[in-house]
C-alpha cells in the first residue's frame, strides 16, 4: 500500500545502443524543431537511447516542441483573445498550443527528458542523515 500522493519509484532504464555519432535532425522538421533535437539528441545519445525504437519518439517531441513555440509566438504576436463580430474569443491556436504542450511533456516523460526523471540519471552520492550524530 502508498500513501495518497506518493509517487512510485522509478527506475531508469540505461540503453543499449547508441549509434557512433549523433543523428542529425531528420529533413523537413522546423527550425524549432530542428533547434530542440540539436539540444537534446546528444543528451540521449550520451545515455545510448537513441536505438531505432526511439528516434520516431524523438522526432515526433522535437516537431512538439516547433509546433508550441510556432502556436506560442502566433498568439503573442496577435493576442491570447481576439475580437470577433459576436465578442471576445481565446485565439483558435489555444487549443493547439494546449495540445501541443500536453505532447512535449508526454514524449519528454517517454525519453526520460522531464525533471523528475532527469534527477535519475545523476549519480550524486545521497548524504548521510546519521552522519555525525552518533559518535
Request: proline share 9%.
Amino acid at each position: 500500500l502508498s500513501m495518497k500522493g506518493d509517487k512510485p519509484e522509478l527506475t531508469v532504464i540505461e540503453g543499449d545502443f547508441a549509434p557512433r555519432r549523433c543523428p542529425s535532425p531528420p529533413p523537413g522538421i522546423s527550425d524549432e524543431a530542428c533547434k530542440e533535437w540539436r539540444r537534446v539528441a546528444p543528451v540521449l545519445h550520451r545515455r545510448k537511447l537513441l536505438g531505432d525504437d526511439a528516434m520516431a519518439t524523438l522526432e515526433a517531441y522535437c516537431r512538439a516542441v516547433g509546433a508550441m513555440r510556432q502556436y506560442a509566438t502566433l498568439m503573442d504576436t496577435e493576442g491570447h483573445i481576439l475580437q470577433t463580430e459576436r465578442g471576445p474569443v481565446s485565439h483558435p491556436a489555444f487549443k493547439m498550443l494546449t495540445i501541443a504542450m500536453r505532447d512535449v511533456r508526454l514524449y519528454a516523460a517517454e525519453l526520460g527528458l522531464t525533471p523528475h526523471r532527469r534527477g535519475k540519471f545523476v549519480d550524486a552520492p545521497k548524504a548521510d542523515p546519521w552522519e555525525g550524530m552518533l559518535g
